[in-house]
């Protein structure tokens, strides 16, 4: 029905950059707010950053000042920049949108496989 893929992990070393994306696919009829989570071994998920479908954005304090969510609507697609990456940013980065698609009369949240991001120090 509908899929999500994130490419764009990777190894970098500490003060690095990555951009994620995440790809929605399948019969979209629009996407309403999207969120950047990640889960490191051990800890619970979190969330890192999330976009509405309008564009306004959320970050948590970790990550603030460093990350940039931002989405282009015609290639049903958001993006997180991440820049000056710590080794605390270690961690399988997954997204999260909520989607309606044409055959549905509301949203349902969609999760992607995740992509693994590694930051040596």
């Known amino acids: 029905q509908v899929q999500l893929v994130e490419s764009g992990g990777g190894l970098v070393q500490a003060g690095g950059s990555l951009r994620l994306a995440c790809a929605a696919s399948?019969?979209?009829?629009?996407?309403?707010?999207v969120g950047w989570y990640r889960q490191a071994p051990g800890n619970q998920r979190e969330l890192v950053a999330r976009?509405?479908?309008?564009?306004?954005?959320n970050y948590a304090d970790s990550v603030k000042g460093r990350f940039t969510i931002s989405r282009d609507n015609a290639k049903n697609t958001v993006y997180l920049q991440m820049n000056s990456l710590k080794p605390e940013d270690t961690a399988v980065y997954s997204c999260?949108?909520?989607?309606?698609?044409?055959?549905?009369?509301?949203?349902?949240?969609?999760w992607g496989q995740g992509t693994q991001v590694t930051v040596s120090s």
């Open positions: 999260n949108a909520n989607v309606r698609t044409y055959y549905s009369g509301g949203y349902t949240d969609y």
């Open positions: 976009i509405t479908s309008p564009g306004s954005t």
């Open positions: 399948g019969s979209i009829f629009s996407i309403g707010v």
